[in-house]
Nanobody
Framework: QVQLVESGGGLVQAGGSLRLSCAAS????????MAWYRQAPGKQRDLVAR???????FYADSVKGRFTISRDNAKNTVYLQMNSLKPEDTAVYYC??????????????WGQGTQVTVSS
């Protein structure tokens, strides 16, 4: 099975920065698109950023210009660099990977989530 392990969350003051990472491990798998989502208390889980295998990116309007998603395919790892953080960025951040194993149909696999708290 494939496991996604997230790290880098924590408490930071407004205007500060954090770098999240998500590493995929397992056997006989490959990763297509990877993405970061976040879910604040009382709100739905929303897409933050997405990156394809070729490096094409998408960002939610709320984080555009402040967040940067990147990946290291050799390490099966995706990163989210978060700069100029605001209190409204406070949420649990989840990594999602589109996974291909032995079957022909890809499936979505989620990380456990990591808490990001931005104080004012």
């Amino acid at each position: 099975q494939v496991q996604l392990v997230e790290s880098g969350g924590g408490l930071v003051q407004a205007g500060g920065s954090l770098r999240l990472s998500c590493a995929a491990s397992g056997s006989r798998f490959s990763i297509n698109t990877m993405a970061w989502y976040r879910q604040a208390p009382g709100k739905q889980r929303d897409l933050v950023a997405r990156i394809s295998t070729g490096g094409s990116t998408f960002y939610a309007d709320s984080v555009k210009g402040r967040f940067t998603i990147s990946r290291d395919n050799a390490k099966n790892t995706v990163y989210l660099q978060m700069n100029s953080l605001k209190p409204e960025d406070t949420a649990v951040y989840y990594c999602k990977a589109e996974v291909i194993t032995d079957g022909p149909v890809p499936y979505d696999h989620w990380g456990q989530g990591t808490q990001v708290t931005v104080s004012s």
